[in-house]
Nanobody, 115 residues
């Protein structure tokens, strides 16, 4: 059974930081292309950041310079370090893993940015 389990969401003030984690099980984590997406009610889920098995990263323009994605294959974990958070970053953040036709999602973790 494949599972992607996110953690680390919560309430943070504008300008603050959060670190999201996603632990994968049931897959050969190291060969998966891993990503973080986010979604707010009424809008499509959007890619925030992604990292390949070799460590190459990709970011949405809106988070470049503020967010950093990384992975620890030994721990089957992908991270999203979010700094300088803005109210518009508030969303449910989802972990995603892709390998060919295999696509898996986590259950999501809520990030709220508010003073």
């Amino acid at each position: 059974q494949v599972q992607l389990v996110e953690s680390g969401g919560g309430l943070v003030q504008p300008g603050g930081s959060l670190r999201l984690s996603c632990v994968g099980s049931g897959i050969i984590f190291s060969i998966y292309y891993m990503g973080w997406y986010r979604q707010v009610p009424g809008k499509q889920r959007e890619l925030v950041a992604a990292i390949g098995s070799g460590g190459i990263t990709n970011y949405a323009d809106s988070v470049k310079g503020r967010f950093t994605i990384s992975r620890d294959n030994a721990k089957n974990t992908v991270f999203l370090q979010m700094n300088s958070l803005k109210p518009e970053d508030a969303a449910v953040y989802y972990c995603n893993g892709v390998r060919g036709s295999y696509v898996y999602w986590g259950q999501g973790t809520q990030v709220t940015v508010s003073s």
